[in-house]
């Protein structure tokens, strides 16, 4: 079922719309306009996106678009299209609840960008929809992150200084490897800002040629040049009241520069070919991949407009750098590859899970999720295995830094390992039964061996902890070092609880009845001893 709907009468505006949406690998379903006889309810619509030729209201009356406007369901995200609209009337249809506007014909480009943006954001709703534990991206109950799925500390730690500058309306600076999410934690600043119920308004400088990029942020007169035959309105004129994401802001030129210097001072300018200046009230967060220093150093990048970008920066570390959130990005999209390719992969094997947790992800999250289409698209099986990675991925793999032996927590549910890698039930319960705590001991009641149904994560339990105490139930002559001993049974439990988990500390550390601040030291104190 397609999530976009498309009221246009213009067959030919109608074919550009399509092209757009397919380039972005989506389905659109034509319907019909307000104003024709077999127009549907609205509000009954069961796609997310609506697309409207604001022409076809057969009114010029901004009232009457207005009341329009406001009858639509408000979780309906409208991407509105009109020509010779008034800048006061296109700014009175975004606090209607406009998503987005552009005037016709619309530039392919825009429209692509248009898309891109109001399709993003479709996404990001709906991950804030209740979820299974696996796709929890934050403990916070502000809800802050939870379009952004991880839960390792660096992220937690991204989570937590969202929070704290998402009041103000400071401007933030976001750095990081392309690939890492920056336009996502923007959209979390914005949506967990007083400004959320304005628009959040995105440019990639990188994207668009220097000589556009003035006209796409300021906007221009009729007239002002070649080819303006309308006045336009720029993105900070539609960001007013929101926040303005400028993206890859490091490949702005140095004349660009400067004019957004005086924006960040004064909030003020004029358009391309216009003399009036025009006041806006927006809060500004850039984001790049360079070394920005750098650039001003070799005299790249005006070192006054970084220091008024870089008020509040904010690092987002590379993928490698968390590794442990590796499985719950992958689980996330194999559970979105289901949905949107009809995929029938259910999970990874864990012995490929190690490999794709070891490999450094130059690309990102990005390079993961392009990945995991590829491998799900040429899968034979319901697992993915090795036999489904790429060679050059496997050869970079054999020579990286192990993992810590606590990698282990991460692996996939047990009902997700092959059956191959799984002991009998009747081996593991011999397993299980010869090295089995006695009545006295504490572990009797441990919540780690009282799961109850999940045998499969007790037979693994059992294997490990057999072959820990081995050496010493064969009473070797060579004396046992107990404390090591100790060590390595305490390090299998909690790598069992982990993972029964699903590597989420705060119900591992509950069941171990120990508290999380224990847990993590415990853990920092084993994946030192790896080192």
């Known amino acids: 079922m397609s999530k976009v709907a498309m009221a246009v009468k213009n067959n030919k505006l109608a074919q550009t719309i399509i092209g757009a949406c397919q380039d972005r690998g989506e389905t659109i379903e034509r319907i019909a306009g307000p104003t024709d006889s077999e127009s549907p309810r609205f509000d009954q619509l069961t796609q997310t996106v609506l697309i409207l030729n604001l022409d076809d209201l057969g009114t010029k009356s901004e009232k009457k678009i207005i009341s329009f406007i406001e009858e639509l369901p408000p979780e309906l995200r409208v991407l509105g299209l009109g020509s010779n609209f008034e800048l006061r009337t296109v700014t009175s249809l975004f606090r209607a609840g406009l998503y987005d506007f552009l005037s016709l014909p619309p530039d392919p480009l825009e429209l692509s960008k248009a898309l891109t943006n109001i399709l993003s954001s479709q996404e990001d709703s709906d991950r804030k929809k209740p979820q299974p534990p696996i796709a929890t991206a934050t403990e916070s109950s502000s809800g802050v992150g939870r379009s952004i799925i991880g839960q390792s500390q660096e992220l937690l730690k991204v989570f937590r200084l969202i929070e704290k500058v998402a009041a103000s309306d400071a401007t933030v600076m976001i750095q990081g490897e392309s690939g890492t999410g920056k336009e996502l934690i923007a959209r979390a600043i914005h949506q967990t800002s007083p400004r959320r119920e304005k628009p959040l308004i995105p440019v990639n400088c990188g994207a668009i040629p220097e000589e556009l ?57 004029e358009r391309v070919g216009g003399q009036k200046t025009i006041e806006v009230d927006i809060r500004i967060i850039t984001a790049t991949n360079l070394d920005l220093p750098k650039a001003v150093s070799d005299g790249r990048f005006r070192e006054d407009l970084f220091y008024r970008l870089n008020v509040i920066p904010l690092l987002i570390p590379p993928l490698r750098e968390r590794a442990e959130d590796i499985p719950l990005l992958i689980d996330y999209f194999l559970e979105r590859l289901r949905q949107t390719r009809n995929s029938q992969v259910k999970g990874i094997d864990p012995e490929t899970l190690r490999v794709l947790m070891a490999y450094p992800w130059p690309g990102n999250i990005r390079e993961l999720e392009n990945l995991l289409e590829r491998m799900v698209i040429l899968a034979e099986g319901e697992t993915l295995t090795n036999e489904d990675l790429p060679p050059r991925l496997l050869e970079k793999t054999k020579t990286a830094k192990p993992l810590p032996k606590l990698a282990a927590f991460m692996e996939p549910a047990a009902d997700r390992i092959s059956p191959s890698s799984t002991p009998s039930t009747a081996e593991s319960e011999d397993l299980f039964d010869s090295i089995k705590p006695s009545p006295d001991s504490d572990l009797t009641d441990s919540p780690i061996l009282s799961l109850g149904p999940t045998e499969p994560l007790l037979e693994k339990l059992s294997k490990n902890l057999q072959i820990i105490i081995k050496p010493l139930l064969s009473l070797p002559e060579e004396p046992i070092d107990l404390p090591d001993l100790l060590a390595k049974y305490e390090d299998t439990i909690i790598s069992a609880a982990l993972t029964a988990c699903g590597g989420v500390k705060n119900e591992a550390a509950r069941r171990l009845s120990i508290n999380r601040t224990t847990l993590v030291e415990k853990l920092r104190k084993l994946n030192r001893s790896d080192s």
């Open 213 to 269: 990029l003035e006209a796409e942020f300021f906007g221009h007169e009729k007239g002002a040049f070649t080819g303006a035959v309308r006045e336009r309105v720029g993105r900070f004129e539609m960001a007013d009241g929101g926040t303005i994401f400028l993206d890859e802001i490091g490949d702005m030129s140095p004349r660009l520069q400067v004019k957004l210097l005086r924006v960040l001072q004064e909030r003020e300018f």
